[in-house]
């Protein structure tokens, strides 16, 4: 029915042009002489785009008919000109074999202080778990540690009292020195002052051949493991009473100035292939690794190699190396299904569960931004203190501090921790200046999406960002703009406007479900009206998920 | 700067002022852009670009029409009156002549729709928004330079007041405001902007008679600067019209057929706009050029431009095939020579606000407008030019078109739901 729709409208097309070259030789006839000019160029112009039109939609044609026929699509033998694609397109790297999503819409935002290797050895003692990490946690779990207690790395720190299953667990030995509270005495966290010899809880893995499924998930929950694990929709913790579709690992980043994970992961092999067979027993589906096609080389082969996984390849800007971008390309999340998600570096701490038999916390965070003197890598644990981490590499007072990265990462300060899933802190300036005329002059120096100003006309131009707003929030206007940097099949303004509506049935039937803040971090960026996308966002995922 | 900045702050009024804080933060923030930082929460980081530079984009794309249009109201007024006929002579007189007209419009626009957003602003407690830069600076360029300013007034505040605050403000608003302005004049007052005789300014008609109006004091004022400098002047005004004149538009002859339109215009002259019309629609190339800088800093929408071009195309095709009158026979080409067709397209029917809001949305709204606006002007009688009825169509059915698409979306998603 689709495709006969198709060729009809093919034909209509094909009559249209017909038409315009009946009238192009009428017009050569009639008019000659001195002013047809202009008339030639309109002419010229209805049947350059006739063709063109005619054109895609045969191509089109041809590429469904191969789809149907089992043919690879993406595939340029197909074409009606070869070689077309390798002309608009970017070429397809050498090193890509099977599945293979180039991705067309998304902005890559370049800044200054990019975390150069190799990795170094982090002066870090202190150590904390911030239950306000966990997504869907009460305000005030069950602490199991009391302050001057001595812990082990793996050791039970607290649990939540509605979901007491799932334990978390402290990531180095040390002396419990401290439980800070928040607002209306919820745990803000745990601080842990960690020995100089680290010693950790022994644990008995059982075997990954012969255990079942249920031995395995009371064993992650009981190790710590399990909070590395996160559900979509919403992002929460696993839910242990279900089995997810798959899940899904993004194995590069590609947010700004975002640690390379290939550097990460260098000298993890190991942990990280078991960690994804501990995965491949949790699912009823696959473990899918996205891989990315940008470099011109090969990523690690601790990815490309990685067995009993499926992989799929991603070429295209921020945010391609989001996992829910990924997830979207290669089985998206419907309102009936679960999937779930882990970092790359925690498929190797779940991983070391077994390989090593010890709750292995360690973390490489990349400590970027234009406003630190020296941006690096170090190799620390989850939760470091972020004073500790950045101590004497401040360039600047007036900087903000965040942990993950700038446009989806949480403000902090020197007296915090990093939080639980975060491997990078961020440090820009603090915007909190007039400018004179900011809104009209050309600015070479501020990231923008938009080809209204001249620094998007060099992409490689790297910038020095700051914090401030560049305008004044506003009712949505521009339209368009979202969709040109989020590379899914979603109108993120009619979403937004969804939520805002309080409209249930068209927040799921536009596919709330399949996003989470860091998706639409770069639609907020890029928001003309300064819209704060991501708490629309988020409450309308609240809202969706309390009715649920 | 700084010194500035703290000589500025001075002149802060206090909060419970409302309207004069209201107007203090308006030209505030529009010389210096606030120093508000980003929450800790979201994203960290700004994009540099916000509604007032799009809205500024607009403006000066519109720059090279205001240029042109402001020397074309001189040059058609000495046309008539058989006075420096050839384009390029006595410029300093045209350009004068045309700013005489053009600046009581673009100032009473100004005054009459900012004085209502700032009251509107002040009364709702919010910031003053950005959306009038650009109506304001496309009413002047759509109406007869000869329009009374009182009924300006009443258009700009009509549409103001009815069109957008009355919806919320800027980005709420359903129809293209400076369309509606125009749309008002039309309908209340259709004698001064229909017709053949609106459209060449300083004209005075005593029943069928025309002749130059009498000069006032900004004529003669000038006349001094020009007599001082030994060029032509102005003189008394009065003369008469020169013999055959008729200050017909190409549309209104072209309800005879193509022949009568190029009888008194050839097609280069409709194309370079140096013809009677709307101030800012008769330079084509002024008006491209305008598009062009809007398609290539991604401020409009290339899709809504190219798809009304090909809907106005397709549409003046079928009138060739079908062929039932005179103006039915008017070769589909030809058509964009004439009347506002390019300012339409990139101006009016690109405005974010009330065009559809979704890719495919876009290019079925645009082909709707150029479909509809050819069909208005060759089957209407009543009205030679289309396209403010159809874009101002258009604009009510934008939404449904948005709604469609978007619940093929949500059934696109509903179906993998069933099928997973």
Redesign the interface.
Known sequence: MHLSMRKGFNRLHLV?SF??FL?LA??QS?TGG???S??TL??G??VL?AFFIIYQVSDNLVRIEAKKSGLDSEDDALAMMPGKNGFFQKKKPAYVKGQYVALKQGHN?LLEGEAKGPVQAANVKTFAVQPQNFRGMSPIPKVEVEVGNTVKAGDHLFFDKKNPDVKYVSPVSGEVIAVNRGERRSIASIVVLADNQQQYRSLNAPNLDTCSREELVSFLLDAGGWALLRQRPFDVIANHHEVP?NIFVSTFDTA?LAPNLDLVMEGRGAAFQRGLDVLGKLTKGRVWLGLNANGDAAPSPIFTEAAGVGKCWFSGKHPAGNVGVQIHHIA?I????TVWTVNVQDVATIGALFTEGKYNAEKVVALTGAELKVAKYVRTFTGANIGELLDGNLASDNA?I?SGD??????TSTDNYLNFYDDQV?V?E???????????LP?LA????????P?TRFPDTVFK????????P???????QY?EVLPM???P??LMKAILTNDYE?ME???IYELI?EDV?LC???????Q????ILRDGLDMVNESA | MSSLLEKVKKFEPPKEKKFLHTLYDGFFTFLFTPDHTTHGVGVHIRDRMDLKRTMVMVVLALQLCYVFGTYNIGHQHFVALGEHTSFTSAMHLKLFHGLIKMLPIFIVTHVVGLGIEFYYAARKGHAIEEGFLVTGALIPLIMPPDIPLWILSLSVAFAVILGKEAFGGTGMNVVNIALLARAFVFFAYPGEISGDRCWVSGLEFDGAVASGEVYGWAHHLSDGLFKWLGVATFGEGGGAVVDGWSGATPLALAKTGWESVTAHYSSLQMLWGGIPGSVGETCKPAILVGALILIATGIASWRIMLSMFLGAAFMGIVFNWWGHDVQMDIPWYFHFYMGSFFFAMAFMATDPVTAASTNTGKWIYGFGIGMLGIIIRVMNAAYPEGWMLAILFMNVWAPLIDHFVVQSNMKRRAKRAVAA
């Not at chain 1, 506003?474 to 368009?480: D, I, K, L, N, S």
């Not at chain 1, 907020?524 to 300064?530: G, H, I, M, P, Y």
């Open positions: 249209f038409l315009l009238q009428q017009a009639q001195g002013n047809s202009f008339t309109l002419l112009i209805v785009i935002i579709e700004p998206p419907t309102t009936k299904s903000r965040i700038v446009l989806s990462g949480i403000k961020t820009v603090e915007g909190n200046f007039h400018e004179m005329f900011g809104w009209l600015d501020t990231p923008s999406v938009s080809k209204a100003l620094g960002a700051n914090t401030n707003m560049h305008g004044e506003r009712a949505f206007v521009v339209t368009g969709e099949d979603i109108y303004q009619h068209k039937g536009l596919g803040e971090a907020e960026f890029a928001c003309t009206s300064k704060p996308l991501q708490k």
